[in-house]
């Protein structure tokens, strides 16, 4: 029998042992625990002052749980029990949303993942349910699509069959968005990669199958679904649209406001979601009755899927809140370093000047302390007080110049960091970790970003131990981990253009609020 005393003590090394990494970020949300591949956040939702969210992970088992979370202010976390588990026959949980209903009821739609054995549970669409205070979360069984006919989570590995104007098309039941309410109906869309993938990809590809796209069903009661018709489709207006292999799964459907907090509510909706080859996404569009009709695309995620599973909510300050997974960990990390699993900060998107504008929570500022504003060096060095963990803004007039930025995470040799930096001849915000990373994860990444005539350009950049994250004039951001050899002497902050062009510099240390 293993005593009190020895699970303290082995408690605590683990604490100790994270403590000591050199990688463990401080303040981006790292799991406590378990091993978080995947790490999806799921089920966020907003209720009595505190933000509610879930994450995914795998347990020793190698089933698949919910762990839940809260906070008040998004910086600081409690651990609440698993509120999803493994049940009957299946293995877990994977994907999903919440939904918070006029009389306080949370609901968590998610992917049953499915058994392999020969008489367990074949996945699906499932829902759970809880009151205030949200400790303990109960099932809705069965989801039945029409009452006493065939039911939602009898279905095979994420595809069901539908009778759809005379004949019989697959459908998506994997990875449910959230729900939302409209004409006091319930609604919410299911995934497509698991249909993609049978169906529309491949030699023998039916056209019809290829593509993202997601199925919608609507309901009276919770209980009893049916299916409506695809909610949107793709209108490939050009080739940066998503193309026939890219699937659409953890997708988030909400409103957006026109402005960052306290923002009045537009006819315009966020369609997030990720395509499993190209990461996080999204569309801006309008509902047409029960259908979404898309008008703008755009990424989050560019040149591989580091960027992933999307989930957000909206609070009482009418801020569209949004996290992602980064899912660019080194291979075999929870064996390496004892922990896996870390996500973005949370990020507020609102809808203003046709455009989707992006920045961080400003809950961040709290974090924030002894402030200088450094002066460049004649090399371009910048001395900081904490190269591990810093924001950093900045202004540059850009008219004379074609770069501008900065490298963090600098070496002592000066051959391995990061560079974060405007690209005005390739129109592009750049976060290349190229040259401090050995594995696939180490590119440049070029997110689409362009000054107008006149206009500053504004870097706000976090560093965050193996975390960088940057958004440049609230207009575009690019989050991604790096992995340096010799991460404590990786300190060096160096500016990269001309120090004319530099107009203005401030540097923070920032508190740490993980757990440890």
């Known amino acids: 029998m293993i005593k009190p005393e020895d699970i303290g003590r082995t408690v605590r090394r683990y604490r100790e042992k994270l403590l000591q990494d050199d990688y463990r970020p401080t303040f981006h949300f790292a799991l406590p625990d378990s091993n978080g591949d995947p790490a ?36 600081h976390w409690r651990h609440h029990t698993d509120a999803l588990c493994v049940s009957g026959k299946d293995q877990g949980c994977f994907s999903g949303g919440a939904f918070l209903d006029d009389d306080g009821t949370a ?39 029409e009452a006493g006919k065939t ?27 959230n729900i939302w309410k409209m004409n006091g109906r319930y609604y919410l869309q299911t995934g497509n990669k698991k249909v993609l993938q049978y169906w529309g990809s491949g030699e023998t590809a039916d056209k019809y199958y290829s593509g993202d796209w997601t199925d919608l069903f609507c309901s009276d009661d919770m209980k009893n679904w049916r299916y409506v018709e695809r909610f949107y489709i793709n209108p490939h207006t050009d080739d940066t649209y998503p193309d026939e292999t890219e699937d659409d799964m953890c997708p988030s459907f909400l409103p957006l406001y026109d402005a960052k907090e306290n ?24 509902l047409d009755g029960e259908r979404f009709i898309p008008f703008k695309h755009g990424r989050m995620s560019w040149r591989d899927n580091a960027y992933f599973a999307p989930e957000a909510l909206i609070d009482e300050k009418n801020r569209h809140i949004m996290w992602a997974w980064l899912l660019d960990n080194p291979p075999c990390d929870f064996d390496t370093f004892g922990w896996s699993g870390v996500w973005s900060f949370p990020r507020v998107v609102w809808w203003e000047n046709d455009t989707l504008r992006m ?32 924001r950093l803004r900045a202004t540059f007039d850009c008219d004379a110049q074609d770069k501008a930025g900065f490298r963090v995470r600098v070496n002592k040799n000066g051959d391995s960091y990061a560079s974060v930096y405007y690209d005005r001849e390739r129109s592009s915000l750049v976060l290349d970790t190229s040259l401090c990373r050995d594995d696939k994860w180490g590119i440049k990444e070029e997110a689409p ?66 757990f440890y």
Not at 54 to 64: H, K
Not at 263 to 286: A, M, P, W
């Open 107 to 145: 609901y968590l739609t998610f992917w049953k993942f499915p058994s392999p054995e020969e008489n367990g549970d074949n996945g699906g669409t499932a829902i759970a349910f809880s009151k205030p205070p949200y400790e303990h979360w109960e099932r809705i069984t069965p989801l039945a699509v």
């Open 263 to 286: 923002g009045n509510k537009t006819d315009k909706y966020l369609q997030l979601f990720i395509s499993h080859n190209r990461g996080c996404q999204y569309y801006v569009g309008e």
């Open 40 to 75: 999806d956040p799921n089920g966020a939702f907003y209720a009595d002052g505190r933000y509610h969210i879930m994450y995914l992970y795998r347990t020793a088992e190698g089933n698949f749980h919910w762990a839940h979370i809260s906070s008040f202010d998004l910086l």
């Open 449 to 514: 970003f362009e000054l107008s005539e006149g206009e500053m350009l504004s870097l706000d950049i976090f560093v965050d131990k193996s975390v960088i994250e940057v958004y440049a004039n609230e207009r575009q951001a690019i989050c991604r981990r790096v992995y340096s050899k010799n991460a404590s002497e990786s300190v060096g902050v160096y500016l990269m253009g001309e120090r004319e062009s530099l107009k203005s510099l401030n540097v923070w240390r920032l508190k740490p609020t993980n």
């Open 359 to 390: 920045s961080p929570v400003s809950e961040l500022d709290l974090l924030q302390y002894d402030r200088h504003s450094p002066r460049p060096k004649e090399n371009g060095e910048i001395e900081i007080h904490d190269g591990e963990v810093f």
């Open 151 to 177: 039911e939602l989570d009898r279905i095979d590995k994420g595809v069901r069959d539908e009778l759809v104007e005379g004949k019989i098309r697959h459908v998506g039941c994997a990875d449910p968005s």
